[in-house]
Every structure is written in structure tokens, then in C-alpha cells.
């Protein structure tokens, strides 16, 4: 039973490590193409546009504004949102803001509501709304649902007799409450389009987990069913990998971000713990410019790690922008290198993920049995590191379980 027990271990072993990996990837893809701010971008467009789908033509552009703007944006580069520079075209997903609360959305929309107020509309014809009125009628528009619950209090307010004070106070406090000081249907309307935008970024790291997941099976010709052959008819190998299980689920820990044993706090996005690896090192490396930057604390994102280092660094624009950058390569290369110690992690347990470089081996992938097992693996790999990694806990407490009564059951049969 222990036998089985530690193959299925092995086994998940592999592949969580595969799918950490497939994670790092993850990771830098989400830096480099700055997905949190399209995505945010996204759901603002999309907040406009159905709020008045007579500003669909304007809504990119006022929400890229909104979200470039210095005082919005976390990223270093925001400023140069503002020039039509190759750099600024360059640097213009990395211009977008990360994350953005109702009332600061509602502050920007005000503001560029006053800024258009004074140009000139040439373009506009007499038969076409404005978009800066069309604008302030989405910011003055009243949510239904919240004005029904107004006037309803009003009524009850007004039936009530003069000396019923103590209950009209009380209405009001409850009306305080379930209100929040806020009946726009743009706050109304934000909690909702914020969840369609994190379903939207997650369903596009999920795409990139799948995409991955395919090129590593058949790139590395893992095959589930030989790989399983091999761990039971090898004794050293299995023993091997189920020994490296801790090292994995350690580095699986900081790789996912995970707290209290099995719950991970970080989606996509960088581990805190890389971050803070990574401006450690920047410090290290740059003692001067860096000097008096304080204790660094807990960096939940890249975008918040950029925003931090902007306003403690003492210095020009130009230098800030330079140990940004710096920043960046560094937060890379601290994920590379989590990378590379995984993969040497599971070379050291015996198992070597090797690339297929030949013809001959290419053309053996799509033989019916291999090719059905390649693809298993894919799908097995696709379910993503954090399902691998509470398997893989789940697996390592039982097995104490199973090894006890292995070991009382081969007592009692000995003679």
C-alpha cells in the first residue's frame, strides 16, 4: 500500500514542480505585459460605455487618462502618458494603473469633466451630444434601486407624528448605513464591473496556464503513463522524489505566495516575498542612491513595489526612473532564479525535464499511446500549482498514516 502511496507522490512531486514553473512564467508575463492595468482599463471602458453607450467612441480615452494620471497611476512611468514620445508608446501599458476605489474614479471622471467644459467641440454636430455633458450625466445620474429605498424613507418619515423623533433618527441612521453617502450609479455599478475585470484577468492567466501547460508536455515529452512506469519499477527514483517533497512545497510556498499552510493570498501577480528579495538586493546594490529608503515593507504587487520606491527615493526623475527599471530586471531575475533552483530540485531527486531537439523524437510524440499520455499531462498540469500543492500536503499527511499500519500490518504476518 506504501508502495502505492509513495508513487502517487512522486508522481505529484513532478508535477507540481512542473507547474511551478509554468507559474514563474505566469509571473513574468503579467510584469512584462502589464495585464492588471489593461485589465483595469478594460473594466472602466466597459463601466462607461454602459452606464452611456453614447460615450463608447470616448470611454478609452478617458479611462486611459484617468488611469495615467500621476496621481492615480502606481507605476514610475506614468509620466510620460502624456507625450506621444516612442518611450511613452513604449511604456504605455506600464502607465496604467494597477488598482483604483470608486470615489477616486469619481474624482477623475469630475476632473476631466471641468477640463473638457472649456474646448472647443468643432468635431460635435447639433444632432450629437457633447461628451463632456454626456460625461456629467453619467455623474449625476441617480441609481434606481438606491432612490426608490430614499423616497420610501421619506414617506414613512413624513407619515410619522410629530412626536416620534427617536424613530425618525433611527431611520436616518439606517438609511446612513445601507447608503454609504453614495447613490451614483458609477459607485453602484463599480463593485460589479471590478469583479467582471478580475474574471476577465484570470481567465487570461488561466489561457496562459493552458498554453504553457502544452508546450511543456510535449516540449519535454512527458509522458504520464511512462512516467508512472518508471516510478514504479524504480525503487531509488521513487524514494528519491518523495524525500524532495518538503524542498518542493517550500519553494512552492514562496513561488505562490501561500500563508497558513494551504490558502494562497496571490493571484497571478508577483509573490510578495520575491518582491521584497528583489528591492533588498536593489538597495545592496545601489547604497547611495538608495540611501534612506527605511525598512522595506510587505509589496503585494509590482506596480505597488514601483509606486514605493518612487516616493521614498531621494533624486532627480531621471534617477528614480533608472533604479525603477533596475527594480524591474531584478524582480525578474529573482523569479529566473526560482525557476532554475526548481528545475535543479527535481534533477537533484533523479528527474530531468529534457527538451525534445530531433525529428526522430518529435515524430514519436504523436504515436497513439504516447501521444495519449503527453496530452494527459497537459491536462493534469493545466489544473495549475495551487491545486498540485494541496495534493501534494494532503498526500504527505497521510503518508505517516499509511507507513504506521504498513509497518503493524507486516508484524502481525511474520511468522
Known sequence: MLQYLDTVIAFVVILLGVSLLITVLNQMISALLGYRGTNLL?????????????????????????????????????????????????????????????????????????????????????????????????????????????????????GLSSNATMQ?????????????????????????????????????????????????????????????????????????????????????????????GTKQIAGPGVPFQILGDAMKKLIILEKEATAGLGTVPKLNNLDEAADWLRKNLKGDEALKEKLAVEYEKLVLTELSEHAEKIKKDLAKAGFQLQIVKSCEEFKKLFELLKLLGILTTACLLSLGAPFWFNALKTLSNLRPSVANLTTKTTIETQP
Request: charge should be neutral.
Open 168 to 260: 425618525v433618527d433611527k431611520i436616518v441612521q439606517e438609511l446612513g448605513t445601507t447608503m454609504q453617502g453614495s447613490i451614483g450609479k458609477v459607485e453602484t455599478w463599480f463593485d460589479t464591473i471590478m469583479k467582471r475585470t478580475s474574471q476577465r484577468f484570470t481567465l487570461q492567466m488561466r489561457i496562459w496556464t493552458i498554453v504553457f501547460a502544452i508546450l511543456f508536455a510535449f516540449g519535454a515529452n512527458l509522458d504520464s503513463f511512462e512516467i508512472l512506469k518508471q516510478l514504479w519499477t524504480s525503487p531509488e527514483l521513487r524514494a528519491s522524489l518523495v524525500s524532495e517533497r518538503e524542498t518542493i512545497l517550500r519553494e512552492a510556498s514562496v513561488v505562490l505566495s501561500v500563508q497558513g
Open 42 to 158: 478594460w473594466g472602466i471602458q466597459t463601466l462607461l460605455s454602459t452606464l452611456e453607450p453614447k460615450l463608447k467612441e470616448e470611454a478609452e480615452k478617458i479611462s486611459t487618462k484617468i488611469l495615467s494620471d500621476p496621481i492615480i497611476s502606481d507605476s514610475i512611468f506614468s509620466r510620460f502618458a502624456k507625450d506621444g514620445s516612442v518611450l511613452g508608446w513604449l511604456t504605455k501599458r506600464w502607465t496604467l494603473a494597477s488598482s483604483i476605489t470608486p470615489q477616486e474614479l469619481v474624482r477623475s471622471l469630475s476632473n476631466i469633466a471641468r477640463t473638457m467644459e472649456p474646448e472647443k467641440t468643432t468635431e460635435t454636430t447639433n444632432d450629437r451630444e457633447k461628451p463632456v455633458d454626456l460625461l456629467k450625466g453619467v455623474l449625476d445620474s441617480v441609481d434606481p434601486e438606491a432612490d426608490r429605498k430614499v423616497k420610501m424613507v421619506l414617506k414613512t418619515v413624513q
